[in-house]
């Protein structure tokens, strides 16, 4: 039997109002460890923010980000995935639009996280990606 996003997914994906400053979304992306947040309002998901986002459209743009908000900088067109959806499909998904992590959505709202590094440790957990993604500090 074909496994599902939810039994690999990071349940309870960080997310925050469209309107938050850009330096408190890096500040809860340090002190949780990870490197995007998604960015919802009133429940649904609106988009998604990385640490790369925050440089090239955040810092790259302007020397003063002290009043610039996630709707800003955040990746408006997100693909998602469904809990439901077989792991193997949505693997298929990120490649084909070439990006690392996806949200999973239920019903509009953002219910967890899959990244390629899930895939890598559940797949073969020895090979380097594996490793790397079981690090501290990589999740």
Known sequence: MAQLI???MTPQPITLPSDTS???????MRDTD????LV???????????????V?????ERDDLSD??????????????????????????????????????DNGEAVGMF???DAAMERDPRSALGDISAAQGNR
């Open 68 to 105: 610039m908000r996630l709707h800003e900088v955040c990746s408006e067109h997100v693909i998602t995935a469904r809990p439901d959806e077989e792991v193997d499909n949505v693997i298929a998904k990120m490649r084909e639009h070439a990006i690392r992590r996806i949200p999973v959505v």
């Open 22 to 28: 850009v330096q408190e979304a890096a500040r809860t």
């Open 34 to 37: 990870i490197g995007d947040v």
């Open 6 to 8: 939810r039994e690999l």
């Open 115 to 117: 990244s390629l590094g």
């Open 56 to 60: 090239i459209r955040g810092l790259a």
């Open 40 to 54: 919802a309002d009133d429940g649904r998901l609106r988009g998604i923010v990385t640490d790369r986002d925050l």
